[in-house]
């Protein structure tokens, strides 16, 4: 059973940083890709930032050169480090893994 928890989302101020970590669990995590998506309230789910088994990345046009995915496949970890955080990117974000694997979701708030 595939198994994906998200952790690292707390409350931080205008210009912080964070690192969202997810850890995967009842798959082999290298072969797929994963990545972060967010949700606000009364908006829809949005891809963040995106990282393939070769280690390509995608972003979001509104993260670019403020977040940074990776992937440790020996841990069965992505990562989302986020720096020069805003308040819009406050949501609840969400782990992926292929096409429909999630899990249950981390908490940024940014905030002054």
């Known amino acids: 059973q595939v198994q994906l928890v998200e952790s690292g989302g707390e409350m931080v101020q205008p210009g912080g940083s964070l690192r969202l970590t997810c850890v995967a669990s009842?798959?082999?995590?290298?072969?797929?890709?994963t990545g972060w998506y967010r949700q606000s309230p009364g908006k829809l789910r949005e891809l963040v930032a995106e990282?393939?088994?070769?280690?390509?990345?995608n972003y979001a046009d509104s993260v670019k050169g403020r977040f940074t995915i990776s992937r440790d496949n020996a841990k069965n970890t992505v990562y989302l480090q986020m720096n020069s955080l805003k308040p819009e990117d406050t949501a609840v974000y969400y782990c992926?893994?292929?096409?429909?694997?999630w899990g249950k979701g981390t908490l940024v708030t940014v905030s002054s």
């Open positions: 992926k893994y292929g096409a429909t694997n």
């Open positions: 009842g798959i082999i995590f290298r072969i797929s890709t």
């Open positions: 990282i393939t088994s070769g280690y390509r990345t």
